[in-house]
């Protein structure tokens, strides 16, 4: 009678306590921080891409190029990137971790993701600072 009553022991984790990191709280704190600067950066890029001075309309190469001729311009949209695409993959990494239950799953779904976002970031802070306005039409 007494085994009826007794419960099941948590499940324990996969490192010993003692080989613990902060790498969690660390990414916990980062996915807070960075989501409020990615508020003030996107909604700051939102409101001043789509409602100053005739809104969309007014969005083309040469207002790309006048905009990314200022570093401060250039670090606006780099800060952008770089958090957007660490903040999604710092979630998407947590996702992974707590739905992939085979141990080579999680590690080539992590191996993928990290991959993606590599590219990504190294495409696009490539794009930004190798933006050249000068490039010669092709007829």
Do not use: C
């Not at 990615?38 to 909604?43: E, I």
């Not at 958090?83 to 979630?91: D, K």
């Not at 993928?112 to 039409?137: C, H, Q, W």
């Amino acid at each position: 009678m007494a085994e009826a009553l007794t419960l099941d022991k948590p499940r324990s984790p996969r490192r010993p306590a003692a080989r613990r990191s902060n790498f969690e709280l660390y990414s916990w704190l980062f996915m807070r921080i960075s989501g409020l600067l990615l508020v003030v950066l996107v909604l700051g890029h939102l409101f001043i891409m789509n409602i100053l001075d005739g809104g969309v309309h007014r969005i083309n190469f040469a207002f790309v190029a006048g905009r990314w001729a200022s570093p401060f311009w250039q670090f606006w949209d780099l800060s952008m990137l770089w958090l957007a695409q660490l903040h999604g993959g710092n979630g998407l990494r947590t996702i992974i971790d707590d739905y992939a239950r085979r141990d080579a799953t999680r590690f080539w779904l992590k191996m993928l993701l990290y991959t993606s976002m590599a590219v990504i970031l190294v495409l696009g802070t490539l794009v930004i600072f190798t933006f050249d306005p000068n490039i010669a039409a092709t007829d």
